[in-house]
């Protein structure tokens, strides 16, 4: 129910949030390790479903999306940093075409159907909906940091 400029100025911030952070993701991650930076990011993915939650004004769509796109930013470059680290150097390109083709073809499928689902069940349900993957993604990692580490 929003106008076009309040529409594209959460847009904007969204796009933001997924692609500024670029800047220093790399360094985080040197710092930190993947799965830190992931955890950040898991965790930025569920403060953004809970302030969505909180209502439908437009700071509200506005942080929640700038979270998601956060988030979205620290799981990305995260889980590429840590699935780059399986293959061997001649290999790293033709996997990181793989990883990418795979993310964003998941990107593409997840944004139609968050628009149906959106559409169908409500800003609410897309919500909720969205807590299952964030506790498989959180499961997944608790199990990554538990592993014992091995040397190549």
């Known amino acids: 129910g929003f106008d076009f400029g309040a529409t594209a100025l959460v847009l904007q911030w969204h796009v933001i949030g997924m692609f500024a952070p670029g800047f220093v993701t790399g360094q985080l991650i040197k710092r930190f390790g993947a799965l830190a930076v992931m955890a950040a990011g898991l965790g930025l993915n569920g403060l953004c479903v809970a302030v969505a939650l909180t209502g439908l004004a437009l700071h509200q769509f506005l942080a ?36 990418n083709f795979c993310v964003f073809a998941t990107m593409a499928v997840t944004s139609l159907a968050s628009g149906a689902l959106v559409t169908t069940q409500g800003w609410r349900w897309l919500n909720l909906a969205s807590l299952l993957p964030l506790l498989l993604l959180g499961a997944a990692l608790a199990w990554l940091a538990r592993r014992p580490r091995t040397t190549a």
Not at 68 to 85: E, I, K, M, Y
């Open 64 to 99: 929640a999306l700038l979270l998601l796109g956060v988030g979205w930013n620290f799981l990305f470059t995260g889980g590429t940093a840590l699935a780059l680290r399986a293959w061997r150097p001649e290999e790293k390109d033709r996997a990181q075409a793989a990883i």
